[in-house]
């Protein structure tokens, strides 16, 4: 996926969340439990202004998390603190060359800043989509985009959630077939360890379904017996694939 695609992902689902927490900053997130949207608000609005100083700084400048000052308590400043950490990101995102080396977390070694366009359009799609929910009015994650996040999600944050802390005993297999576009994927999961191919392959446990429930499955926001997935073979497998979501 481009840089640009990525940005306009960003842009779309970024305003999208701040649209819908406009509507009941109160409503409990049942995807992200003891958390209401302000605190969804808060924490997406920390992140975009985290991607977008890294984006800007130096390369291989690491800046925390905890260096971002708090978020607003109250409702109107919370709003405009989101939108004004949203339009940063774009502005860092849009200014930025997306081969420009950055610091990053991924297990893969890329220090390219291009990593921040596909994490940030992630981040933000599935909280957009946790942030609707919240009021049940979600809407499916763009296709495109969820198959990339499937990509994502092993690739890099399965892959490094394993390599800090390998789960005893993991030796299965999963296999993922999109319904609604072009999406497969064989995974071979080990203690430390992943490996990843896109190919229809016979798995120890496999689902099928949109690409966008797909994503959300992985991240648990979608349960197993949700309506629009088919499970087939080992559920044991399917509850551990859970555990890799960091």
């Known amino acids: 996926m481009e840089p640009a695609t990525y940005v306009e992902h960003v842009r779309r689902d970024g305003a999208a969340l701040g649209a819908a927490a406009r509507r009941d900053l109160a409503a409990a997130v049942p995807n992200c439990p003891g958390w ?9 609005g920390t992140v975009h202004r985290w991607a977008a100083g890294t984006v800007g700084a130096g390369p291989g400048e690491r800046i925390r998390l905890s260096q971002i000052p708090a978020a607003p308590g109250d409702h109107d ?9 949203l339009a ?10 997306p081969d ?9 070694g890329d220090r390219r800043a291009r990593f921040w366009f596909r994490r940030q359009a992630q981040e933000t799609a599935v909280h957009r989509w946790d942030a609707q929910a919240a009021l049940g009015v979600a809407e499916p994650l763009d296709a495109a985009l969820a198959v990339d996040g499937v990509d994502e999600f092993f690739e890099v944050m399965a892959a490094r959630r ?7 005993d993991l030796d299965a297999s999963l296999h993922l077939h999109a319904t609604d576009v072009e999406g497969e994927w064989f995974v071979a999961l080990h203690p430390d360890r992943l490996e990843q191919r896109h190919e229809h392959a016979k798995a120890d446990a496999a689902v099928r379904g949109p690409a966008s429930e797909l994503l959300l499955w992985l991240w648990n926001r979608r349960p197993d017996d949700a309506p629009d997935l088919q499970v087939f073979g080992d559920t044991a ?4 694939i859970g555990s890799l979501a960091p």
Do not use: I, K, N, Q
């Open 237 to 240: 497998v399917l509850a551990r």
């Open 162 to 168: 394993l390599a800090a802390d390998p789960v005893p």
């Open 36 to 44: 209401d949207l302000a605190a969804l608000v808060s924490h997406v």
């Open 100 to 108: 420009a080396e950055t610091w990053t977390f991924t297990p893969t």
């Open 88 to 97: 940063s990101l774009l502005g860092a995102l849009g200014a930025a060359d």
């Open 77 to 85: 400043g919370l709003l405009a603190w989101y939108d004004e950490g």
